[in-house]
């Protein structure tokens, strides 16, 4: 269940990705010139976004797949050209539209819902494969697991997921990210160490069945973002 401080959080997020910094998220997820900083972070995404789909079956037909805060929708649109069903849900009616809109050429985009609302709302109905690419990355560790005790209660085979993982390095960065004007600058992230976040899926009665597969961290100079497999066993 939501907690009070996933409630509050997930308003700041809303308030960030639908009014604050639109057009400025808009040319970091398009291939519109930006800074080198942000160009690193549009090439960790990318990274970040090839990863997780060579984590799914490369033939997706038959497949019910949720993408789970799907911002611009690079990833759902991925997905259905390999054949699945995708449900693609954010919070930000601005980045649904924008993804609709961005999608609406491409050859499956038919195979796509586009939703605006939140990814835990059981009326998405169940999925073989759910994934978050960095939409978890701003909550505390415990609210993390509680979505992906959520999200795998909906999820028949696996689900795929990023976490900021806890290091120097990125709490340097985060430091510096500061300094980006307050109207540009988006919520804070939460790192978590992995070995806490293993020990809080390990101790989640809803996760039991749950086995902690493949992970690999992407670093590219201002992004870094770990993906983590959870597998029914």
């Known amino acids: 269940m939501p907690t009070a401080t996933y409630e509050t959080r997930r308003s700041q ?34 990274r970040m976004r090839a990863t997780l789909l060579s984590w799914l079956p490369q033939d997706l037909s038959g497949r019910r797949v949720l993408d789970a805060g799907c911002g611009t929708g690079a990833l759902a649109v991925e997905a259905a050209k390999r054949g699945a069903e995708v449900v693609a849900v954010d919070l930000s009616p601005t980045l649904v539209g924008l993804a609709r809109e961005r999608a609406a050429s491409a050859p499956h985009a038919g195979r796509i819902a586009w939703v605006v609302g939140d990814m835990l709302d059981p009326a998405l109905g169940t999925f073989d494969h759910v994934v978050a690419m960095d939409s978890l990355i701003h909550y505390r560790a415990a609210d993390v697991v509680r979505v992906l005790a959520g999200l795998a209660a909906r999820s028949r085979v696996s689900l795929l997921f990023t976490f900021a993982p806890r290091t120097a390095l990125l709490s340097v960065m985060h430091a510096v990210g500061r300094a980006f004007p307050k109207s540009d600058r988006a919520p804070s992230i939460e790192p978590v160490a992995e070995r806490t976040l293993r020990r809080l899926i390990a101790a989640e009665p809803a996760l039991a069945d749950i086995a902690i597969g493949r992970t690999e961290r992407i670093h590219r100079g201002f992004y870094t973002s770990q993906a983590m497999e959870l597998a029914r066993r």
């Open 13 to 46: 997020l809303l308030d960030y990705f639908d009014r604050t910094a639109v057009e400025a998220w808009k040319r970091l997820t398009s291939d519109a010139p930006v800074s080198g900083i942000r160009a690193t972070v549009r090439e960790g995404r990318e």
